[in-house]
Structure formats: structure tokens, C-alpha cells
């Protein structure tokens, strides 16, 4: 049975950095994506990993601040956000998906965690 756990989530100021992680069980050989979604508005995307590790791609808003990565022989998903902003502030959600097209989309994804919550104040 697919599992995605999210941790590391909290408050924190604005500029500080913080590091999301994603513990991923019962999953073999899918890609990964970060999204993040506000009070009243819709799941957006932020970060997206293929399986191997060689393609990522970001939201504008994350490109030169946020990192994913991941460590496959730990089943492990992170996203290293920097310089954050209050409007950052979401629950984030890391998703699994069979290949590495229309990862934008969220309805592409099958599998996804709780989420962990990031509230960054001004």
C-alpha cells in the first residue's frame, strides 16, 4: 500500500529558509511533485522531480529559491525553500505520478500525503 508522509512544516519569518521532507513507502519508480494550496484557493504546483533525478522544474514564484531533490535509497522527497515569503504560507502536499509528462497538472497524480503546513509571517 502507497504511503507519503510529509514532515517540517511550521512557522517561521519571512526570509528564513526551511527544508519540506516526504517519506515515501509501497512506490517504486514514480516521479514526485510538490504542491502547496491555500485557505480558499485551488492546489497549485510548485516543484516537480523525475525518478531518476535528472529533470526538475519549479512554479516561477519558486525558481531560485525552492530545490527539490530526493534520495531514492532512502524513499525520500525534499523541497528546500529559501528566502520565503508570507505569501508562501499553504499546506504543502508531495505527490507521486507514473512518468514524467503533464506533471503541472495535479490531476495527473495518484498518490499524495496529508500534507504539512508552512506559515511564514512578515
Known amino acids: 500500500q502507497a504511503q507519503l508522509l510529509e514532515s517540517g512544516g511550521g512557522l517561521v519569518q519571512a526570509g528564513d529558509s526551511l527544508t519540506l521532507s516526504c517519506a515515501v513507502s509501497?512506490?517504486?519508480?514514480?516521479?514526485m511533485g510538490w504542491f502547496r494550496q491555500a485557505p480558499g484557493k485551488e492546489r497549485e504546483f510548485v516543484a516537480f522531480i523525475s525518478y531518476s533525478g535528472l529533470t526538475t522544474d519549479y512554479t516561477d514564484s519558486a525558481k531560485g529559491r525552492f530545490t527539490i531533490s530526493r534520495d531514492n535509497s532512502k524513499n525520500m522527497v525534499y523541497l528546500r525553500m529559501n528566502s520565503r515569503k508570507p505569501e508562501d504560507t499553504a499546506a504543502y502536499f508531495c505527490?507521486?505520478?507514473?512518468?514524467?509528462?503533464?506533471?503541472?497538472?495535479?490531476?495527473?497524480?495518484?498518490?499524495w500525503g496529508q500534507g504539512t503546513q508552512v506559515t511564514v509571517s512578515s
Open positions: 505527490e507521486a505520478k507514473p512518468g514524467d509528462t503533464e506533471y503541472v497538472r495535479v490531476q495527473g497524480y495518484v498518490y
Open positions: 509501497g512506490l517504486r519508480g514514480y516521479a
